[in-house]
């Protein structure tokens, strides 16, 4: 059973997450649209300038209560979690914007976009359970 701390500490993550969505689609839009990039590249970059930003605030907000956490090893778990999690997302953008969303688009919204939201809701609680087991593991005794 989830505690309230437990369930408190998920919607701060996915509110962080949310946040992170913004930029992430909106760099992701901006590079492919407004730059030219290839999707793929755009996503990649996208990615690595939202890592940072999510980071430090799980760090301050979401797991706040085990801050003490050395920040240095603490954000080189976190890009570990993320390179593990980007993998897995650039996988599934690619086959749903290929194979699966090719060519939908709902208004302004276009198939690789549409693909990048079914993305993200099926790899963020795993990426959850991988920050709160091992990034921000809390330590025996604690």
Not at 62 to 82: E, H, L, P, Q, W
Not at 98 to 123: H, N, Q, R
Request: glycine share 6%.
């Amino acid at each position: 059973m989830l505690s309230i701390s437990s369930i408190v500490r998920l919607m701060k993550f996915i509110l962080v997450g949310g946040a992170g969505i913004l930029i992430n689609f909106g760099l992701l839009f901006a590079f492919t649209e407004f730059f030219g990039w290839y999707y793929m590249l755009s996503a990649v970059a996208a990615g690595l300038l939202n890592t940072t930003y999510n980071f430090f605030a799980n760090h301050f907000w979401s797991f706040s209560d085990r801050n003490d956490i050395n920040v240095v090893s603490g954000y080189a778990k976190f890009t570990t979690v993320m390179i593990v999690y980007f993998i897995a997302y650039q996988m599934m953008l690619y086959v749903f914007t290929e194979f699966i969303f090719k060519g939908w688009s709902l208004y302004f919204v276009k198939d690789y976009m549409i693909s990048a939201i079914v993305a993200t809701v099926l790899s963020t609680i795993p990426k959850y359970l991988l920050c709160l087991v091992w990034v921000w593991k809390k330590e025996e005794g604690s």
